[in-house]
């Protein structure tokens, strides 16, 4: 049987809007977000995306209008700092564009920064007369600077991430998909097996299906049907997966490791 959790099942993607979502999940019952929130940049997700063929980019994806866009992040962080615990942490993705929004709203909402990292990654639009952009912001936060889950996976952990973008030549996409490498990544140093792991604008999944693949529980938001149902059925494929090497696994054990 599944969990509940307020008004959702734990394990489980919703089709919403996380504005109107959020408000059914219970206080401080979340120990990490990761989530990459729309920019307000009048983005064209049916374009030609960094020079590539625009045949499998999903259509839907939904902006916010730059005028409310202060607004809207203001909202949903207030609700975010709600639901995360005492001792949880925020990943949050964004552009250049209106990162003052994003710093001003974590401030509003009582969050503290540990770090502001960088995503560089291998491409970016084509320009003509200014600097491609190559790189992201992930604004690492807090609401207990004296408490919170950090492991230090390497020695010398860096606040500059080169990570690519992955291709997936000839698959269907959603135009902003983060790679998994980074979601691992988060996950490892900033979640422990049995965590929950939410993201209130999930898009393509990834930060559920990595949260599945890495042993923490999930909930997930995502307002657009197409995206939604895109996530769904990845999840679906992460979990044929796990079974299959859960079964491989006893075979192996089973027959004493020959």
Do not use: C
Request: net charge positive; no cysteine.
């Amino acid at each position: 049987m599944k969990r509940k959790l307020g008004n959702f099942d734990i394990n489980t993607i919703y089709q919403g809007n996380a504005l109107e979502l959020m408000p059914g999940i219970p206080d401080g019952v979340i120990d990490l977000i990761i989530t990459d929130p729309p920019f307000a940049i009048d983005f064209k997700p049916q374009r030609e995306n960094y020079n590539r063929s625009d045949s499998n980019v999903m259509e839907g994806y939904q902006e916010i209008p730059e005028a409310h866009y202060l607004e809207f992040t203001h909202h949903w962080m207030t609700e975010a700092a709600r639901v995360l615990s005492p001792n949880g942490s925020m990943y949050v993705f964004s552009g250049w564009n209106r990162l003052h929004d994003i710093l001003e709203s974590l401030d509003e909402a009582g969050f503290t920064t540990i770090n502001h990292l960088i995503w560089k990654y291998q491409f970016g639009v084509f320009t003509k007369k200014k600097y491609v952009t190559s790189h992201y912001h992930i604004l690492f936060v807090v609401k207990n600077p004296s408490r919170y889950t950090f492991n230090k996976l390497d020695h010398y952990p860096e606040d500059v991430w080169v990570i690519n973008r992955e291709y997936w030549k000839g698959k269907k996409k959603t135009p902003t998909k983060l790679p998994a490498e980074i979601i691992k990544k988060i996950l490892l140093y900033s979640s422990n097996s049995g965590d929950l792991v939410f993201d209130p604008f999930l898009g393509s999944g990834t930060v559920a299906v990595g949260a599945k693949t890495e042993g923490r529980y999930f909930l997930g938001f995502e307002i657009v049907p197409e995206y939604f149902t895109f996530a769904r059925e990845r999840l679906k494929t992460a979990e044929k997966m796990k079974k299959k090497l859960r079964k491989k696994i006893k075979t192996y054990d089973a027959e004493g490791g020959n």
